[in-house]
């Protein structure tokens, strides 16, 4: 006689692209993606840093595109005065986006507010958090976070084949 095997939570897509982990007999979450970010930052997810608890929502590197484990660049919002997109080296600074000023991010050259997107940068007291959204359902934007440290900006339309990258993030002479 075979032993039964019952899971007592499941995997599923919602929407084709947050993966949730939810107990099947309480159908509580247990995990979402969303809330825990690898090295991908999608349209509507959001990179958080929650003061008073000391927690942050980071994206971070992998080794390789084959090996996912965890590499030492990691990307977040920094809760400063001005919040800004920080990466981090291990818990070196390496490179800052510079403060949103309504749509871009100052820090960011040729970053102007007539890219077909939009950064939204909300801060509630103790919760900061930056999002990015666009009106062009054809269009995939994503960012990843590679092993070597470099923030890229890659879309996808009906008429390509392949992902393109269309920007990344260099250093400047603001950059530590």
Known sequence: ??????????????????????????????????QHPS?????NMKLRSIINMGEKQLLTSWKSPSELSIRSFSLGISPSYLPELCMWNGSHLYWCSGPLNGQ???????????????????????????????????????????????LLEKIKDDSMEKWKVTWQNKKTECDV
Do not use: C
């Open 104 to 150: 871009t991010f100052i820090g960011i050259p040729n970053m102007n507010s007539v890219f077909l997107y939009e950064f939204h940068l909300f801060n509630h007291q103790s919760d900061v958090y930056t999002t990015f959204s666009h009106e062009y359902a054809s269009v995939l934007w994503y960012y990843i976070l590679t092993p070597q440290g470099t």
């Open 39 to 43: 090295n991908s930052f999608v349209q």
């Open 1 to 34: 006689m075979k032993p039964t095997f019952k899971p007592t939570r499941s995997i599923q897509a919602v929407m084709e692209i947050i993966l949730v982990l939810q107990d099947k007999n309480s159908a509580r979450i247990t995990w979402e993606s969303f």
